[in-house]
């Protein structure tokens, strides 16, 4: 379905620009966070916060998992939750 497709990533470059990562990934500058691979949009897989810094990660399975468990992450929230 190439329509969906093309509508996937005009959402997805949108989302990147409201980062102000759009033209970083544009132009190879963002590595995954996990394995250090350079970040496209077509391999995009997640966006965090990460100590105040925006950390991307790919979409290989292995990067996501980690992506979802990274315990450094930094929310506006103060409250541990523990
Ligand atoms: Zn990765």
């Not at 190879?28 to 394995?35: E, T």
């Not at 950390?55 to 409250?79: G, H, Q, R, W």
């Amino acid at each position: 379905m190439p329509v969906l497709k093309a509508v996937y990533d005009e959402r997805l470059t949108e989302f990147l620009e409201k980062l102000g990562l759009l033209s970083q990934i544009l132009g190879g500058s963002i590595r995954c966070h996990q394995c250090g691979k350079v970040i496209t949009i077509k391999n995009f897989g997640s966006v965090k916060r990460l100590n105040g810094d925006l950390v991307v990660f790919c979409n290989t399975p292995e990067c996501i998992a980690n992506s979802l468990k990274e315990p450094e992450i930094i929310t506006d929230s103060p409250k541990k939750t523990d």
